[in-house]
């Protein structure tokens, strides 16, 4: 029945050899929040923050940002909430006035924030005051470099200090987290994962940018293949080396929703998703299937692979074994 489905969907997610998996929900509008606890989300693990901008272009301000991101704190709390900061530009919203030829390697997310710093400055003051029960944490988009995230981070320390400074009052510092989405990010994750206190796997644009296929161009949806060994062996790299670096690691993108991808991320040594709130209940009956062994020996096979369809092929084989 559907209460029976529910009731196994807000249980813990745990392999067969009994270990916890994390679910956490992509947010668009807060509205979404409602009935979250249902779908058996253990919190907030994206939240597109841009769906702000009213009509897509007008930036929000400081305190309406502060009363929305407090709102959405307190609900979920004490459960994390990640809100990423405003990722405009690119395919999503046009900030810009200007026309750009190609805007998806353009001006778009942290580099539009650096060049304009009314907009970043605003969106942490709001991000920093809201945080008066301490779960939010901050999520930066489309980092390609180091010196990004320190810039992010030291005008964080700044405000953080600034805020305590004019109210008396702050919560804890949010920590702060890299979008891992861009190739060259995982060229450097060692670095970064050194730097950071979290990094969120967004496989949408990092197999945009790997394939140098654009994520909404129809022509060339058939190359648009997450199971591409370039991005397999990505993904397996990337977590490996935060756990190696301690530091914390979560999928974002929609590839967290594929129980065909599964088995190979819990594999590489995933336990954070964040996936769309509705896919939850779905991919928690797959959780329990699988042994964490069984799942390290699959991402060893797929990452030997050549082909997407002899990795697909793989999954399946494992899927129907299941
Ligand atoms: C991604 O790129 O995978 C992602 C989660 O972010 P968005 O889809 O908002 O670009
Ligand atoms: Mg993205």
């Given at each position: 029945s559907n209460a029976d489905a529910s009731l196994t969907a807000t249980l813990p997610a745990s392999t067969k050899c009994g270990v916890r998996i994390?679910?956490?929900?992509?947010?668009d509008f807060k509205e979404e929040l409602l009935g979250l606890k249902e779908?058996?989300?253990e919190g907030i693990?994206?939240?597109?923050s841009e769906n702000l901008f009213i009509d897509g272009t007008k930036v929000p301000g400081e305190s309406e940002q502060y009363h929305y991101y407090r709102e959405m704190s307190e609900t979920v709390a004490p459960q994390p909430f990640v809100v990423r900061l405003f990722d405009i530009g690119g395919d999503k919203l046009i900030y810009s006035p200007i026309r750009e030829p190609n805007p998806n390697l353009g001006w778009r997310g942290i580099r539009i924030l650096i060049d304009v710093p009314e907009i970043l400055e605003n969106q942490l003051r709001a991000v920093i005051r809201a945080n008066a029960l301490g779960n939010i944490n901050i999520l930066i988009p489309m980092i390609t470099?180091?010196?990004?995230?320190?810039t992010i981070c030291a005008m964080v320390d700044r405000l953080h200090a600034e805020v305590i400074e004019q109210t008396g009052v702050a919560g804890e510092k949010p920590e702060l987290g890299a979008m891992i989405e861009v190739p060259a990010a995982v060229e450097i994750i060692d670095e970064?994962?050194?730097c950071v206190d979290f990094i969120s796997l967004g496989t949408n644009d990092l197999t945009q940018y790997t394939l140098a296929v654009d994520r909404n161009n129809v022509i060339v949806q058939d190359l648009f293949e997450k199971f591409h060994p370039a991005i397999i062996r990505q993904l397996h790299r990337v977590i490996a080396t935060a756990q190696k670096n301690?530091?914390?690691v979560a999928l974002c993108g929609d590839m967290g929703s594929d129980p065909l991808a599964l088995p190979f991320l819990i594999g590489c040594?995933?336990?954070k998703f964040s996936v769309v709130s509705a896919d939850i209940a779905n991919l928690k009956r797959f959780v329990s299937r699988y042994s964490v062994a069984e799942t390290e020996a699959l991402a060893l096979e797929c990452i030997k692979l050549d082909s997407a369809q002899k990795i697909k092929a793989c999954?399946?084989?494992f899927q129907a074994e299941h």
């Open positions: 994390n679910f956490f929900s992509n947010i779908t058996g989300s693990g994206l939240f597109r470099s180091l010196d990004e995230i320190m970064i994962t050194k301690h530091c914390r040594g995933l336990r999954l399946e084989t």
